[in-house]
Antibody
């Protein structure tokens, strides 16, 4: 059974960089598509972007200028960086596998942007 | 970008009743790459339906999906207490991936 686990700081200061890592267990990261999504408090789901098995990335145009997704196949991990964060980036961040739609999700990690 | 609009925003029903949730896309969804998710408070969303009508692993058969092109429906034939939750539709046939705003199914 595939499992995903997000990790990273829960508090980030405004204008700094948010960095999260997703560790995948129970399956190889070298296949499928691997996504980051987020959910602001009390709101719906927002797609941030993905990286696929060949290292190709695609980002939400609304975030593209500030976001980077990368993969480390040797550690079976993929990562998210969001630059120049503001309070609007406060959310629960999820890492997700996409095969038959988004079929496996991490439990989510709460990131608060505050000084 | 494909915009997904869900209706109604809230559905108030009793256990045992039938729930019908709708999702309309601003343009046709590629290759039937359309899904439904369920989210309960404090939990990550759970995949219910993919490919418009295929149930994900472990999903009971009271959940069914239908539709084509731009109009899609999630039906819960008889609501169980654990089905009261928020439901999201998603298209995954093009980027950016997009979600509907959600339909809350609440107990009447």
């Amino acid at each position: 059974q595939v499992q995903l686990q997000e990790s990273g700081p829960g508090l980030v200061k405004p204008s700094e960089t948010l960095s999260l890592t997703c560790t995948v267990s129970g399956g190889s990261i070298s296949i499928y598509y691997w996504h980051w999504l987020r959910q602001p408090p009390g709101k719906g789901l927002e797609w941030i972007g993905y990286i696929n098995y060949s290292g190709y990335t695609s980002y939400n145009p609304s975030l593209e200028s500030r976001v980077t997704i990368s993969v480390d196949t040797s550690k079976n991990q993929f990562s998210l960086k969001v630059n120049s964060v503001t309070a609007a980036d406060t959310a629960v961040y999820y890492c997700v596998r996409e095969y038959s739609a988004s079929d496996f999700w991490g439990q989510g990690t709460t990131v608060t942007v505050s000084s | 970008e494909i915009v997904l609009t869900q209706s109604p925003g809230t559905l108030s029903l009793s256990p045992g009743e039938r729930a019908t949730l709708s999702c309309r896309a601003s343009q046709s969804v590629n290759s039937n790459y359309f899904a439904w998710y369920q989210q309960t408070p404090g939990q990550a969303p759970r995949l219910l339906i993919y490919g418009i009508s295929a149930r994900a692993t472990g999903i009971p058969d009271r959940f069914s999906g239908s539709g084509s092109g731009t109009d899609f429906t999630l039906t819960i034939s008889r609501l169980e207490p654990e089905d009261f939750a928020i439901y999201y539709c998603q298209q995954y046939g093009s980027t950016p991936r997009t979600f509907g705003q959600g339909t809350k199914v609440e107990m009447k």
